[in-house]
Structures are given as C-alpha cells and as structure tokens.
Nanobody, 124 residues
Framework: QVQLVESGGGLVQAGGSLRLSCAAS????????MGWFRQAPGKEREFVAR????????VYAPSVKGRFTISRDNAKNTMFLQMNSLKPEDTAVYYC?????????????????WGQGTQVTVSS
C-alpha cells in the first residue's frame, strides 16, 4: 500500500505560481513512478506530468510544458509540481498518483494509488 496526500493548492491570479506537494507513506516511495493528473468540473481526468523512479525521465502534457516542473525527493518521500504562469484553464482538482513501474504512464488507469486531490483555482 502507498498512501498519498497532496497539499499546496489554492486560489491564485492568472500569471501567478503555486507549488503542489505529494507526501507518500507506506511502501517504498522510490519503487514507484509518480504522476500528476487533474480534473476540471464536467471534464475527464487529464494527464499533467510524470516522473520516473530515479527522476531520470520527465514527461509533460503539451498544455503545461514550459510552465510546470515535476520533481521528487526520494529521501523525503515527496513529489512536487511547480506551476508557473498559471492560466484560468489550469483550474482543476490536482491528483498525485503512484505506479509500480519505472517510467509510469500518461494513462491514469496504469496508476494503482491516488491521493485525495487538492483544488487549484486560477482567476482571470
């Protein structure tokens, strides 16, 4: 089992920044690839970014590439998502997820463990 808890969401104006954190407990954090997904009201869950076990591979959705940065600290069992130049269309509940493989996936169904989500609201 892996327990995941997100934090760092909030309300920010367009052009602002937020840093999301995902704290993991349970099975060894470094054994899992990790990902961030988001879901806006009335929309499907959407891939945002993923990071391999050793952080050697980072993959971003085209909509966030160049604005968001995913990272992880295996010593602290924590993953981060630095979000800059935020836009109103980034408004969603953001979820972190863990996959028991090296690289992870952009497909949400490949992830076994999920956090409860944190709300990000970007005002125009």
């Amino acid at each position: 089992q892996v327990q995941l808890v997100e934090s760092g969401g909030g309300l920010v104006q367009a052009g602002g920044s937020l840093r999301l954190s995902c704290a993991a407990s349970g099975r060894t954090f470094s054994n899992n690839a990790m990902g961030w997904f988001r879901q806006a009201p009335g929309k499907e869950r959407e891939f945002v970014a993923r990071i391999s076990r050793s952080a050697s591979t980072l993959v971003y959705a085209p909509s966030v590439k160049g604005r968001f940065t995913i990272s992880r600290d295996n010593a602290k069992n924590t993953m981060f998502l630095q979000m800059n130049s935020l836009k109103p269309e980034d408004t969603a509940v953001y979820y972190c997820a863990a996959a028991p493989d090296y690289f992870g996936s952009s497909n949400w169904s490949q992830y076994n463990y999920w956090g409860q989500g944190t709300q990000v609201t970007v005002s125009s």
